[in-house]
């Protein structure tokens, strides 16, 4: 269906990405690479800041569009690894290399699904690679920064490592600063209002508090306190304030907005969001994409991590070669035989949705 030379032009790109440091904000060697490589087959590619994004060759822009993304940005090393990160050693069917999994063999398996179609007449849709930057840190100069320069798009296929299985649900996050207020007097002393016991009884909130609404997907909101701290140094003076932050995991039941309208309607601190970017996202079963993932016997599930998706103001479903749970680990690898799957089951999903038969 696909051609041998598909596969080893995937790999040697990989390597080629893996030999080249790309942490969050430092991706312009792999941007150089990804731009190169499309150009050096023939397609013509786009730029702004380390993102790179290409159109097939039969662009028509009355059609619908699909839009396929993965990111080329990586996380620092982490620092139990024992080989070298930026070394793209092959070793019993193992790739190894900081990035390999996350998200590398995503993203050279879309970009080989790409070149598969890029020059085919007569799709009914259009078909757009974009190899984004930041995703790792959820930075402002990746893929966000370039959605009103990309061409129409009503779907999105986005590279992750989920064992090729379809992630039709994604958590989102959103980040809240709490502040609980008081009065500072003198711990000796019954004076002051003590802004820390005011903010315990919010935390006992956020712990206990259960939102009606589950994702059938997805599974309840979770909220975690994840730090605390008062402005006071001295161990004999009662805070006068007291902050802390909230981790919030949001299902598609709801929206950011109506949970912040929850959350304030029941705590006395101040509570402001760090941003409302980060959305849930979640694409019905009954879609083209998902029937052609169940046809071609993939597993459905919902992904308690972020991802671009949460950026993506589409429907989008999270799929790709690797296995999440190795992602940031020391000495990454991803399986030759799983970039191998990733072609395919892009190629197959592709052509599915495309109507072409498999």
């Not at 440091?21 to 312009?28: K, V």
């Not at 069917?93 to 063999?105: E, F, R, T």
């Not at 949970?259 to 304030?264: A, C, D, G, P």
């Amino acid at each position: 269906m696909w051609t041998e030379e598909r596969y080893e032009d995937a790999v040697q790109l990989l390597k080629q990405l893996i030999a080249t440091p790309s942490i969050s904000r430092e991706e312009q060697g792999t941007a150089a690479i990804l731009a190169r490589f499309l150009e050096e087959r023939g397609v013509a590619c786009h730029q702004h800041l380390n993102n790179v994004w290409a159109v097939n060759k039969h662009f028509d822009p009355a059609k619908p569009g699909i839009l396929l993304n993965s990111h080329h940005d990586t996380v620092k090393p982490n620092p139990q690894y024992t080989r070298d990160p930026f070394s793209p050693d092959v070793v019993d069917g193992k790739l190894y290399g900081l990035g390999s999994n996350d998200a590398g063999g995503c993203l050279v398996s879309l970009m080989a699904a790409f070149m598969h179609f890029y020059a085919q007449e007569g799709l009914p849709y259009n078909i757009i690679i974009a190899a984004t930057a930041e995703e790792e840190i959820s930075g402002v100069n990746g893929i966000e920064s370039i959605l009103s320069m990309l061409p129409r798009y009503d779907f999105a296929i986005v590279g992750e490592p989920t064992k090729t299985d379809l992630a039709v649900a994604e958590k989102g996050l959103m980040v809240l600063d709490c502040v609980a207020h008081g009065k500072a007097g003198h711990a000796a002393r019954d004076e002051g209002e003590n802004a820390l016991y005011k903010a315990m009884d919010d935390i006992s909130w956020f712990r206990t508090y259960r939102f009606p609404k589950e994702s059938a997907m997805l599974g309840p909101v979770k909220m975690s306190v994840t730090v605390v701290q008062t402005s006071n140094k001295a161990h004999n003076v009662v805070p006068a304030e007291c902050s802390f932050v909230v981790d919030v995991r949001a299902t598609d039941q709801y929206t950011l907005e109506e949970m912040l309208e929850v959350i304030r309607a029941n705590v006395k601190c101040d509570v402001t969001p760090r941003s409302m970017r980060m959305r849930p996202s979640f694409i019905p079963r009954e879609h083209p994409l998902v029937i052609a993932g169940l046809g071609l016997g993939k597993q459905l599930y919902g992904s308690p991590t972020t991802s671009d998706q949460a950026l993506i103001p589409a429907i989008s479903v999270k799929v790709g070669p690797g296995d999440s749970a190795r992602s940031h680990t020391a000495d990454e690898f991803i399986y030759l035989d799983e970039i191998r799957q990733g072609i395919d089951t892009y190629i197959k999903l592709l052509s599915v949705v495309n109507g072409i038969n498999l």
